[in-house]
Nanobody, 124 residues
Framework: QVQLAESGGGLVQAGDSLRLSCAAS????????MGWFRQAPGKEREFVAA????????NYANSVKGRFTISRDNAKNTVYLQMNILKPEDTAVYYC?????????????????WGQGTQVTVSA
């Protein structure tokens, strides 16, 4: 398994941007698809974005499409989530995850490793 650690969360105003980072341990990072999920208080964890191992295919939730961008740097064992035009409804704990499959997937059950999460709070 790969160990994951998120960073970059914080408190921002609506319309601002944030970039989340997820650093992974292990030399096999490049074979994993990576995903970002989020969980707001009182709600279930939901898919945000995913990127395949080859960095070719990406997948986004409709709620963030056009505002968020997922990317990865395999040389740095890091995946990023650039979040622009943030809205109060984006407030949540954001988790990164690694999938044992190489293709970007929305399905939480296909992710085997999870980080501890980073809080993102967007004020109106």
């Amino acid at each position: 398994q790969v160990q994951l650690a998120e960073s970059g969360g914080g408190l921002v105003q609506a319309g601002d941007s944030l970039r989340l980072s997820c650093a992974a341990s292990g030399r096999t990072f490049s074979i994993y698809a990576m995903g970002w999920f989020r969980q707001a208080p009182g709600k279930e964890r939901e898919f945000v974005a995913a990127i395949g191992a080859s960095d070719v295919n990406t997948n986004y939730a409709n709620s963030v499409k056009g505002r968020f961008t997922i990317s990865r740097d395999n040389a740095k064992n890091t995946v990023y989530l650039q979040m622009n035009i943030l809205k109060p409804e984006d407030t949540a704990v954001y988790y990164c995850a690694a999938s044992f499959l190489p293709v970007a997937t929305m399905t939480p059950g296909r992710y085997t490793s999870w980080g501890q999460g980073t809080q993102v709070t967007v004020s109106a």
